[in-house]
Structures are given as structure tokens and as C-alpha cells.
């Protein structure tokens, strides 16, 4: 015989309780964005405007693919941003080709470490929630 809590089963109320913390667990991992979508990480206008219309949150992962190792990506301030330039004191720089970077809350900076790569459109703003 199986014995109940108000009338359901033991074994339901476990697995009800593994499928929500299964649940919980995806949902605190974040989505992943491959930055600019099939094109990647390159030398094209439409990189800077790849996050338009997503809606990013803490959490989430930006993977930056690229094969130029002039294209190295740079986590910088605004000014830096605005700038095209980081003065050689990113917050971080990635040069793997395959990077993945976890945002946080807030805004975040990403420039191409080539300054008129930069000009040229390889940046990108993300606004996390």
C-alpha cells in the first residue's frame, strides 16, 4: 500500500518536487547568443545591430566566434565604447575565437580590440534585465 499526503501519492509528490528543481535549474543557467547570428564576430555592419530587439538577462551567454586574431573582443566602459578605443586598460579581453562570456545586470560594453574594426561597426551594447 502507498501511503499519501492529502490523498496524493509519496512518490508523485517527489517527482513533482525533482521536475520543478529541474525547472529551476535550467532557467538559472540563461540563454546562450551566438553574436551576430551565422555571420559571428566579423567586420560587418549588420554586428552592430544584432542585439536589437532581444531581450537579454543576467545570466545569459554571449559566445563570440571568430577565426581573425585581429578580431579580439574587449568588455569596456562607455567611453571606451563610444570612443572605439579602450586606451590599452579593457575591463577584460578575449581572444580564444570561441569565447563565452556570462552577462550581468545591466549594461555591458563589447568593442573589437582593433580600433578601426570598431569604427567600422564590431561593437555591440547589451542591456540585461
Same mark, same amino acid.
Given at each position: 500500500m502507498?501511503s499519501t499526503?492529502f490523498?496524493?501519492s509519496k *512518490?508523485?509528490?517527489?517527482?513533482?518536487g525533482l521536475?520543478?528543481?529541474l525547472i529551476?535549474?535550467e532557467?538559472a543557467?540563461?540563454?546562450?547568443?551566438?553574436?551576430?547570428?551565422k555571420?559571428?564576430?566579423?567586420l560587418?555592419p549588420s554586428v552592430?545591430?544584432?542585439?536589437?530587439?532581444k531581450?537579454f538577462?543576467?545570466g545569459?551567454?554571449?559566445?563570440? *566566434?571568430?577565426s581573425?586574431?585581429?578580431f579580439k573582443?574587449?568588455?569596456?566602459n562607455?567611453t571606451?565604447?563610444? *570612443?572605439?578605443?579602450?586606451?590599452?586598460?579593457?575591463?577584460?579581453?578575449y581572444d580564444s575565437?570561441?569565447?563565452?562570456?556570462?552577462?550581468?545586470k545591466?549594461t555591458?560594453?563589447?568593442i573589437?580590440?582593433t580600433?578601426?574594426?570598431?569604427g567600422?561597426g564590431?561593437?555591440i551594447?547589451?542591456n540585461?534585465a
Amino acid at each position: 500500500m502507498t501511503s499519501t499526503i492529502f490523498g496524493v501519492s509519496k *512518490n508523485a509528490i517527489v517527482a513533482i518536487g525533482l521536475l520543478y528543481i529541474l525547472i529551476i535549474c535550467e532557467n538559472a543557467q540563461g540563454a546562450e547568443y551566438v553574436v551576430g547570428g551565422k555571420i559571428g564576430w566579423d567586420l560587418d555592419p549588420s554586428v552592430f545591430h544584432w542585439p536589437e530587439g532581444k531581450s537579454f538577462k543576467a545570466g545569459d551567454i554571449l559566445i563570440f *566566434n571568430y577565426s581573425n586574431p585581429l578580431f579580439k573582443v574587449e568588455q569596456v566602459n562607455k567611453t571606451q565604447f563610444d *570612443n572605439c578605443y579602450s586606451d590599452f586598460n579593457p575591463i577584460k579581453t578575449y581572444d580564444s575565437g570561441h569565447d563565452k562570456v556570462a552577462i550581468g545586470k545591466g549594461t555591458t560594453y563589447f568593442i573589437c580590440a582593433t580600433p578601426d574594426y570598431c569604427g567600422y561597426g564590431m561593437r555591440i551594447v547589451i542591456n540585461a534585465a
